[in-house]
C-alpha cells in the first residue's frame, strides 16, 4: 500500500526536526558577530575530519544512489557496485596527489584554480559551464528520482514533493558550510543506518519467500543461486550490458577518468576539504573511502532482491510502467512492503540523500556564481556581506530553477546511467585541463581553453557517428568514449603547448613540490586496507 502510517511519519518529523534543530543550534553556535564569505561558503576549517567525511558522502549520496543505482542493480547486477568501488581507490589518489595543490595554493573555487594556472577566459567559460551542469543535470536529476520516490511510498503527489524537497534544501544551504558540514553527519547516519535496515529487511523477505524463515545469510545465498548473472563485476563484449559497463574500462579506463574528475576537479565535492589543513582533509577523504565501500550494499543490493523476486512471478504490477518493466521502481517498491515504522525510517534515509546532496550541490553553485561570476564582473569591491547575501540568492535561484525544470525528466529509465553518461561529456576534458594544470609547467592557456571547448563536441561525435555513418563508425561503450575523448584533449593540448608555448611568467602561479604528496604511515595503513578490500571483492565477484 502507498501510504505512510502514523508511526512512519513520526519517525520521519523526528528526523526533520532533529537535523533542523541541530543546523540552527551550529548556526548560532558558531555564528561570528560578521560573517565572512570565506567562512559561509567554506566553514573557514571549522569542519572536522568525520564532518569532512561524512559530507563528501552526504553530497554523493542521494536518490540517483538509492532508486538510480538499485535500478541498475535491477537490470544489470552488482557489477554497477565499481561506481563505488573504484571510487574508494580513486580518493585515495586525489587525497595524495589533488587535495596538496588545492590547498598548497589556498584555492577555494575550481574556476579560481583555471584563473590563477591559466587565465580569466579559461575559467570564466568553465564557471558558466559548471554553472549549467549542476543546475540542469545534477540538481534537477536529484530533484526528479527524490520526488518520483517519495511520491511511490507516500499519498503526496510528484509535484507537492518536488517543492518540498526544494524548500527544506534551501532552509538546509541558507545556513552556510557550517551548517552543511554538521548537519551532514546526522543525514550520513541517517541514510547509511536506514539503507543498511531497508536492505536487511529485504533479504529477510526474499529468505521468506522460499522458506527460510528470515536468516538475511540464506537470502544472500537465494540472491546467487537464483540470480547467478547479477554477480559479475567485469562483463565480456558478450554480455547484454556491455555498453552501459565494457570490462577492463570500469578499473583503469573510463571509469577511473570519470571518478577522477568527479572526485578531484568537482566543486561540490572538493569543497568539502577546502577550508581545512592537508592533514585532517586527508583523514576526512580516508573516511568517505571507507564509507563507499557500504554503499552497493544499501543501494544495489536491494534491487537485485527486487529482480529475483519479479522473476518468481511478484510485483509485475508495481515494477511495470505502460506494460514496460521499468528498474527504477525497484527500490519503491522494496520500501512499500516495510512495516509501518520501519518504513519511516526508509523514508527519512532517502530524504536525508536527497537533501543533503541538494543542499552540497546548491551551496557550491552559490560559491562559484558570488565568487567567480558576480564578484569578479559585477561588484569587485563587493563586502562580505554582500557576497553572503548573493551567495543565499544563487540558492533559492537554482533551486527554483531546476525544481520548474524537473518534470521534464519524467521519460527516464535508469536514470543512473543517463547521469553517468552525459556529465561523462565533460569529464575528460575537465580531468585533462586540470592533471596537466597540476603537474606540467608548459600546458598554456591557449590549450586549456581548447580543451574546454573541444570535449563536448568530441563527446558528441563519438556518440552519434556510429548513427550518423550507419554503422561504418564504431559504436564504443561510453565509458570507453570517455577514454578516447581524454586521450585526444590531452594530445591536443600537449601539441598546442609544444607549438606556441606561452611565457614562463603566466605558468608560475601554481606550487608544486614532492614534499607536498607525502602521507602518514597511518593513512599508508588504511589505504593498504581500503585496497586489501577491493582487491577480494573484485576477486570474489570477478
Not at 56 to 79: D, V, Y
Not at 437 to 462: H, Q
Request: glycine fraction near 8%.
Amino acid at each position: 500500500m502507498n501510504q505512510l502510517q502514523t508511526s512512519d511519519y513520526i519517525v520521519f518529523f523526528v528526523y526533520l526536526i532533529a537535523v533542523s534543530a541541530y543546523g540552527y543550534y551550529i548556526y548560532h553556535k558558531k555564528k561570528s558577530s560578521n560573517i565572512s564569505s570565506k567562512d559561509f561558503f567554506l566553514a573557514e576549517g571549522s569542519l572536522t575530519w568525520w564532518a569532512i567525511g561524512a559530507s563528501l558522502i552526504a553530497s554523493n549520496i542521494s536518490a540517483e544512489h538509492f532508486i538510480g543505482m538499485s535500478g541498475s542493480g535491477f537490470a544489470l547486477g552488482l557489477a554497477i557496485a565499481s561506481y563505488e568501488w573504484m571510487a574508494a581507490a580513486t580518493l585515495i589518489i586525489v587525497a595524495i596527489f589533488i587535495i596538496p595543490v588545492y590547498l598548497k595554493n589556498k584555492i577555494f573555487t575550481m574556476p579560481q584554480f583555471l584563473s590563477k594556472r591559466y587565465n580569466d577566459k579559461v575559467s570564466t567559460v568553465m564557471a558558466v559551464f559548471w554553472l549549467l551542469v549542476y543546475v540542469f543535470v545534477n540538481l534537477t536529476s536529484i530533484i526528479y528520482l527524490g520526488a518520483l520516490a517519495i511520491s511511490s511510498i507516500s499519498t503526496l503527489s510528484f509535484e507537492w514533493c518536488i517543492v518540498g524537497l526544494s524548500i527544506f534544501s534551501m532552509v538546509v544551504t541558507l545556513g552556510g558550510m557550517k551548517v552543511i558540514g554538521y548537519t551532514d553527519v546526522i543525514q550520513v547516519i541517517v541514510l547509511i543506518l536506514g539503507g543498511l535496515i531497508t536492505t536487511y529487511l529485504a533479504l529477510s523477505l526474499l529468505a521468506q519467500e522460499y522458506g527460510f524463515g528470515q536468516d538475511i545469510f540464506k537470502g544472500l545465498s537465494v540472491l546467487r543461486t537464483e540470480a547467478p548473472g547479477h554477480f559479475h563485476m567485469i562483463f565480456d563484449s558478450s554480455h547484454k550490458y556491455y555498453k552501459e559497463l565494457p570490462g577492463l574500462s570500469v578499473l583503469i579506463g573510463g571509469m577511473l577518468i570519470n571518478n577522477l574528475a568527479y572526485w578531484g576537479c568537482n566543486q561540490y565535492i572538493v569543497q568539502r576539504a577546502l577550508g581545512a589543513d592537508l592533514k585532517t582533509a586527508r583523514k576526512g577523504i580516508l573516511f568517505a573511502a571507507f564509507l563507499k565501500l557500504l554503499i552497493p550494499v544499501i543501494a544495489v543490493l536491494p534491487g537485485i532482491v527486487m529482480y529475483v523476486l519479479h522473476n518468481k512471478g511478484l510485483f509485475h504490477a508495481e515494477m511495470s510502467d505502460g506494460g514496460m518493466v521499468k528498474p527504477d521502481h525497484a527500490y519503491p517498491t522494496l520500501m512499500n512492503l516495510l512495516p509501518p515504522g520501519v518504513k519511516g525510517i526508509a523514508f527519512a534515509a532517502l530524504t536525508a540523500a536527497i537533501v543533503a546532496s541538494l543542499a552540497g550541490k546548491a551551496n557550491s553553485i552559490s560559491t562559484i556564481f558570488s565568487l567567480d561570476i558576480y564578484k569578479k564582473y559585477f561588484k569587485k569591491e563587493a563586502t562580505d556581506k554582500k557576497m553572503v547575501s548573493v551567495g543565499r540568492w544563487a540558492v533559492v535561484v537554482s533551486l527554483t530553477v531546476a525544481a520548474l525544470v524537473t518534470p521534464a525528466l519524467k521519460s527516464l529509465d535508469q536514470a543512473y546511467q543517463f547521469i553517468q553518461e552525459y556529465v561523462g561529456f565533460i569529464s575528460p576534458g575537465v580531468l585533462a585541463i586540470f592533471l596537466l594544470g597540476f603537474y606540467w609547467k608548459r600546458t598554456s592557456a591557449a590549450a586549456a581553453m581548447t580543451g574546454a571547448l573541444l570535449t563536448i563536441p568530441i563527446s558528441t561525435v563519438l556518440k552519434f557517428l556510429p548513427v550518423w555513418t550507419n554503422g561504418a563508425f564504431p559504436d564504443y561503450p561510453f565509458l570507453d568514449r570517455m577514454t578516447i575523448d581524454f586521450v585526444l584533449i590531452v594530445i591536443i593540448m600537449v601539441v598546442i603547448s609544444l607549438w606556441k608555448p606561452e611565457k614562463e611568467i603566466d605558468r608560475k602561479a601554481i606550487e608544486v613540490d614532492t614534499a607536498m604528496f607525502k602521507v602518514s604511515t597511518g593513512f599508508v595503513i588504511a589505504s593498504l586496507l581500503i585496497m586489501g578490500i577491493l582487491t577480494a571483492l573484485y576477486t570474489v565477484f570477478w
